[in-house]
């Protein structure tokens, strides 16, 4: 949805809770997994977005 709507810049910081036992989330290809850990039952994780490149280089 935040990629959808277009709310994030190109070099967001995105911060996601779930829950431990479930998977990663699906993240779009552009969020980078910059940290991780685990508490008790709860997985946090920091994503990076990194600058979706458009420009083709000749």
């Known amino acids: 949805m935040l990629e959808q709507r277009g ?3 190109d070099e967001a910081w995105i911060y996601v809770e779930a ?3 479930s998977a990663a ?4 290809a552009s969020w980078q997994l ?3 850990k ?3 039952q709860v997985a946090y994780r920091l994503y990076i977005r990194s ?3 458009t420009d083709h280089a000749d």
């Open 38 to 40: 685990v508490a008790g």
């Open 34 to 36: 910059h940290r991780e």
């Open 25 to 28: 989330a699906d993240v779009p």
């Open 51 to 53: 600058q979706e490149k």
């Open 19 to 21: 829950e431990a036992e």
């Open 7 to 9: 709310w994030l810049a």
